[in-house]
């Protein structure tokens, strides 16, 4: 079991550098305890591979990864580079995080066409471990082609993680990669809808909000209304109704160290094997490192 976190995690409006600020918040993850520090991926904010091939290279020892790099509309070559490259800069300690993205928000963001997002995870996850083999890409699919002039020449094998919650994106998963990375499945969603459709040996790393506060009420108001987007995409409406909560922040882990702790065993019990705690400075830096210092002691 092992305990790791999400970054962005709410407390960074004010940096006036966003990446010297993200450095140094991995610093005090690994000063805390963590075993991994993700970095999130947005259209016109940080570029996760990069930001986490610096931190990684900055701090020693840490794992680091994307949570997550949306497939749609990167061309598949273009992120095996950035994933290699990152993998070199760390150390071989780089976890390429991917994720189908959503049709309704990214969509009109870029202007391209959406692609049938199985088919395309399974051709996109396809031309990724052929580059990470060391293989010869030569891919002609229905969504995608990859027609490189010769193998990757940054070698190395990089851990790709899916962040896949459906059935059938879970069996490409299963199938092509190293594990899966859901975030908002709760421990029943988890241990029904996901940990039975991968094989033995994957990787399942829930993303989980958690905030250690003595003001529980004023959070969880602010996580209900900062957490109100995730309804507008149908795979998380989905994986809610199989946990049978309404709202998202229904699963969020808010309250004194025991409450935290107690919902974070929960996940493990699901099946996880790893625990990512998200959103840990929604209101603020303090709360935000005392849930690392609190959720680094989980298991010890």
């Known amino acids: ?123 996109y996850l396809t031309v990724l471990r052929q580059v990470f083999d060391g293989e010869t890409v030569d891919f002609r699919g229905e969504t995608l082609e990859a027609h490189p002039p010769g193998p990757s020449t940054v070698g190395g094998d990089v851990q790709v993680i899916v962040a896949a919650m459906g059935p059938q994106a ?31 040996g994957k990787r399942i790393l829930a993303a989980v909000p958690a905030i250690v506060t003595d003001e529980p009420d004023a959070v969880r108001a602010l996580a209900f209304e900062q957490m109100a987007f995730y309804h507008q995409i149908p795979s998380y409406q989905r994986i809610l109704a199989a946990e049978g ?7 969020a882990l808010i ?3 025991k409450t935290v702790l107690n919902g974070l065993q929960r996940y493990y019990d699901a099946g996880a094997t790893d625990v990512l705690v998200s959103q840990t400075g929604i209101r603020s830096a303090e709360e935000r490192l005392r849930t690392w210092e609190v959720v680094s002691s989980f298991g010890s």
Do not use: C
């Not at 497939?71 to 580079?81: G, I, K, M, N, W």
């Not at 300690?93 to 993205?101: C, P, V």
């Not at 069996?171 to 094989?199: C, M, N, Y």
């Not at 909560?245 to 699963?251: D, P, S, T, Y």
């Open 255 to 257: 309250g004194d160290e």
């Open 245 to 251: 909560v309404e709202h998202a922040a229904e699963l």
């Open 170 to 200: 879970l069996r490409v998963t299963g199938e092509l990669a190293d594990g899966t990375l859901p975030f908002l499945a709760g421990p029943r969603a988890l241990s029904e809808q996901i940990v039975p459709h991968l094989p033995a």
């Open 1 to 123: 079991m092992t305990i790791g976190v999400t970054l962005p995690a709410g407390d960074t409006g004010a940096a006036p550098n966003l990446v010297d600020e993200l450095i140094a918040q991995t610093r005090q993850a690994a000063d805390a305890g963590l075993k991994s520090v993700w970095f999130s991926q947005l259209p016109l904010s940080q570029d996760a591979i990069t930001v986490a091939a610096l931190a990684g290279r900055a701090v020693p020892g840490i794992e680091v990864g994307t949570s997550v790099v949306p497939a749609y509309p990167r061309h598949p070559l273009l992120v095996a580079s950035a994933a290699q490259t990152a993998q070199a800069a760390t150390g071989g300690r780089f976890t390429l995080g991917i994720g189908l993205g959503s049709k309704g928000f990214l969509g009109p963001v870029y202007g391209v066409e959406y692609p049938p997002p199985i088919r395309h995870l399974r051709e």
